[in-house]
C-alpha cells in the first residue's frame, strides 16, 4: 500500500460527517477547495480545515493514538497553535479519546469531549474528499476509491480541486462518478508536469463492457504526448459525460478525448474548451460518439472540434461549435457525420448529413440556414443567442426527442421557450425549438399595432403628426 503525502490546501467545507468506514488509500494527491459556510479552523494548519470537514490518518496512530490505523476517518472539531498537537479529531469507533477537562481549543467547535477525541499534527491527516456513498466510504484520491469499488458503486466528490493524474478505472465495473458541480468540482491534470498520460482512462483492457457516467465536475489540464490530455475509451466501454467541462486539455492526438474499438461515448450539456493541439474528440475503428446540447469554443489551432474515422458513427444535436472560420471544425475521413439543431462555426469536410443548421454557406433545404448567429458576449464566453439572432424558433423537435434531449439547456434553462416575437420556422410537435446549445429566454419586441407611431395602441392624428414632424430625417 502506498501512502498519500500530506500537502497544504485549502479545505473542502462539505461535511460529510455520516460517512464512517476505513480506506487503502492508493496514488498521490494535492486536495484543495473553496470553504461553503463552514466555520473555519484558522487557528491550525495554515486554516486549512474547518469544523467538519472529514479527515483520514495517513499513519498508524497518529500522535499515540492507540489502536487507530492508517485509514481510520475522523470529523475536525476545533484546533490549537500548538506546533505538535494542532487539530483535534474526533474519530469513528474509537473510543479512547481525551475527557473534555483535557481539551483546550483557540477557534472551531470548543465543546469537545466525545469519547473519540484526539490531537494531532496536521502532517498526520489529510482531507478527504472523495465518497463511496455506497459503501460508505472516505478516501483522498479518486483512484483509492475506483480501486476499492465494487460494480454499480456510486462515487461522489465534493466541491474543491483534486489534483490527480493517470487515473485507471478498474475494468469490468459499472460506476458512477459525480461531483458537486460543473467547475465547482475540478479534477486537475497537472498540465505539462504530467505529460505522459490522461486524466481518466476508461477501458484499459477489454474486460466487459462496463458502464460508466461521470457528471457535474470539470476536467481541465490534462496533457498527454499521445492519445488523449483528458480521457481515453476503449474497448467496449460505454462512457457517459453529462454537464462536464473539460478546458485545457492537450495531446499530439485528441485534446480532451479518444474513442476508439469499438466503444461508445455520449457528452450531455458538456463544455470543451481551451485545447491548442488537436481535435478535441477523436473517434475511430468502430467508436460512437453523440453529443447532446454542447459547447465548443476557445479551441486554437487549425483542427478544433471532431474528427471521425474508418467506420465510427456520429451524431451531433443541439450543440454550438464555435471555433475559428478559417479552422476545419468538423471532419469525416471514411465516417459520416449528422447534425442537427446545431450551430457551426468553422469549415466542414467529408460526409456531414445536416438538417436544421446554422452555419454559412448552407443550402437551401433541411430547414438549414445560411448565415451566422449572433452571441450575448462571444469574446466574454457568452455564446447564448442574442435577441433578433439567426437560429431562434428554427429547430427539430423530433430529432431533439430522438435524440435524449433533456428540458433544460446547457445554462440549466428551460429548452422549450417559444420566442413570440419571432415567427417560428422549426418543425415537429413543438415549433419554438432553438438551433444550438443554448435556448433564447428573451422576447423580441412585437408592434401589435402597425402605424402606431405614439404607442397609444391607436393609429390617429398624433402618429401622423409625429411622421410628417420627422419627414426627411436622416436616421444614424
Request: glycine share 12%.
Amino acid at each position: 500500500m502506498k501512502t498519500e503525502t500530506k500537502t497544504k490546501r485549502k479545505t473542502n467545507r462539505n461535511a460529510k460527517a455520516s460517512m464512517l468506514g476505513a480506506i487503502v488509500a492508493a496514488g498521490c494527491s494535492l486536495l484543495t477547495s473553496a470553504p461553503v459556510n463552514a466555520q473555519s479552523v484558522d487557528c491550525a494548519c495554515s486554516g486549512t480545515y474547518a469544523v467538519g470537514d472529514r479527515v483520514v490518518a495517513l499513519v498508524d496512530n497518529p500522535w499515540g493514538a492507540s489502536s487507530l490505523p492508517a485509514g481510520s476517518t475522523g470529523t475536525v472539531i476545533c484546533g490549537t497553535s500548538n506546533v505538535n498537537l494542532q487539530i483535534l479529531i474526533r474519530w469513528d469507533n474509537w473510543t479512547f479519546g481525551l475527557p473534555a477537562s483535557s481539551i483546550s481549543c483557540e477557534c472551531g467547535d470548543l465543546s469537545g469531549g466525545a469519547a473519540g477525541d484526539w490531537f494531532v499534527g496536521c502532517s498526520l491527516i489529510d482531507l478527504a474528499l472523495v465518497t463511496n456513498t455506497t459503501q460508505a466510504t472516505l478516501h483522498t484520491t479518486l483512484q483509492g476509491a475506483l480501486d476499492l469499488a465494487n460494480t454499480g458503486d456510486a462515487i461522489s466528490i465534493g466541491a474543491g480541486t483534486l489534483n490527480e493524474d493517470n487515473i485507471v478505472f478498474p475494468d469490468g465495473i459499472d460506476v458512477t462518478i459525480t461531483g458537486a458541480g460543473m467547475d465547482q468540482t475540478i479534477i486537475d491534470g497537472g498540465g505539462a508536469a504530467n505529460p505522459n498520460n490522461p486524466i481518466l482512462t476508461l477501458g484499459a483492457s477489454a474486460v466487459g463492457n462496463p458502464n460508466i457516467v461521470t457528471s457535474d465536475l470539470t476536467l481541465q489540464n490534462g496533457h498527454a504526448a499521445s492519445g488523449a490530455g483528458g480521457v481515453l475509451v476503449s474497448n467496449g466501454v460505454n462512457a457517459n459525460f453529462a454537464r462536464v467541462a473539460f478546458r485545457s486539455n492537450t495531446a499530439q492526438i485528441a485534446d480532451v478525448i479518444s474513442i476508439h474499438s469499438g466503444t461508445k461515448a455520449r457528452l450531455d450539456h458538456c463544455v470543451l474548451a481551451g485545447g491548442s493541439s488537436n481535435w478535441s474528440i477523436l473517434t475511430n475503428q468502430q467508436g460512437q460518439v453523440d453529443l447532446v446540447g454542447c459547447l465548443f469554443h476557445d479551441l486554437s489551432g487549425i483542427f478544433t472540434a471532431l474528427q471521425a474515422s474508418g467506420s465510427a458513427v456520429v451524431n451531433i444535436t443541439s450543440c454550438t461549435i464555435a471555433v475559428d472560420p478559417g479552422a476545419l471544425a468538423l471532419v469525416a475521413q471514411t465516417a459520416t457525420i449528422d447534425v442537427n439543431n446545431s450551430i457551426l462555426l468553422g469549415g466542414q469536410s467529408g460526409a456531414i448529413n445536416r438538417s436544421h443548421c446554422l452555419y454559412s454557406g448552407a443550402p437551401a433545404g433541411n430547414g438549414n440556414i445560411d448565415g451566422a448567429p449572433t452571441f450575448v458576449n462571444e469574446s466574454n464566453g457568452d455564446y447564448r443567442l442574442a435577441q433578433g439572432s439567426l437560429g431562434i424558433d428554427a429547430g427539430n423537435y423530433a430529432a431533439y426527442v430522438a435524440a435524449g434531449g433533456t428540458d433544460t439547456d446547457l445554462a440549466g434553462q428551460w429548452r422549450f421557450r417559444d420566442d413570440v416575437g419571432v415567427t417560428d420556422s422549426g418543425v415537429g410537435a413543438f415549433t419554438a425549438l432553438d438551433m444550438g446549445a443554448h435556448e433564447y429566454q428573451g422576447q423580441t419586441p412585437v408592434n401589435s399595432c402597425p402605424g402606431d407611431v405614439t404607442g397609444d395602441n391607436m393609429v390617429d392624428l398624433d402618429d401622423l403628426q409625429v411622421l410628417l414632424f420627422n419627414f426627411g430625417n436622416v436616421c444614424p
